[in-house]
């Protein structure tokens, strides 16, 4: 399938993460086994992360610009820890300074916003249930943090296209186990979901989809819809 393809980032491989199958939760769940539970093993990617794809995607997008560039959004630490681990290999590579700016809400875990602190500075803000656009990230962050940021590029708005993570469909594509098939995705803001459902409507293909999250995300839907 094209588009099926994983990114040499600097000698860490991104994207295009393997299929394993899950005979304990296949048997739990299926005992007659008319189903087959795979898990996608995105910890293979830099960070043990999906959004290593967003991040390397990104900072690559930038890659001539030889000013200081910080990389900015809302983080409940895998964007932050993606961008921030990707930025210094960038860094360390090309000699280009590369960082992330952390918008976190001030209730925070110490020990997240400590490791976010070592990529670039963690901004407190009162975080609601309301999206904030790319502009938006861009205002607090220019409001918040010094000059020695370079030039500064939001990430993670709410109008962000998700580009990087439709090839996640096309990798669960490839599989060709399209038989009544169930994508369970993990939320926090929604926007990997959302790229990969896009991703399969490209292919004119529909799977059922299930969204997982908890009680702690700010976003998550609390009436059952969206």
Do not use: C
Not at 18 to 29: K, Q, V
Request: avoid cysteine; glycine fraction near 12%; aromatic fraction near 10%.
């Amino acid at each position: 399938i094209e588009g099926v393809v994983s990114v040499d980032f600097y000698g860490h491989p991104v994207g295009n993460t393997p299929m394993h199958p899950e005979e304990r939760l296949s048997s739990r769940y299926s005992p007659e086994r008319m189903a087959h539970v795979f898990i996608k093993d995105e910890s293979q990617n830099p960070t043990r992360t999906v959004k290593a794809r967003y991040a390397a995607a990104e900072i690559m997008r930038y890659a001539g610009m030889e000013e200081p560039v910080t990389f900015g959004g809302i983080t409940a630490g895998n964007l932050g820890v993606a961008f921030g681990e990707l930025g210094k290999i960038f860094s360390e590579r090309t000699g280009f300074k590369r960082r992330f700016a952390s918008i976190v809400d001030r209730k925070m875990d110490k020990r997240i916003r400590k490791r976010l602190a070592e990529y670039g500075p963690v901004v407190d803000v009162e975080l609601s249930k309301d999206y904030l656009t790319s502009s938006q990230i861009l205002d607090i962050l220019t409001k918040n943090i010094d000059g020695s940021a370079g030039r500064i590029i939001p990430v993670g708005g709410v109008d962000y296209d998700g580009t990087s993570y439709r090839t996640i469909a096309r990798e669960l594509y490839s599989t060709g186990v399209r038989s009544n098939w169930h994508v369970y995705v993990p939320v926090g803001g929604g926007e990997t979901l959302a790229s990969v459902i896009e991703g399969f409507e490209e292919l004119e293909e529909m799977p059922h989809f299930v969204g997982a999250t908890n009680e702690q995300n700010l976003f998550a839907s609390t009436n059952g819809s969206g």
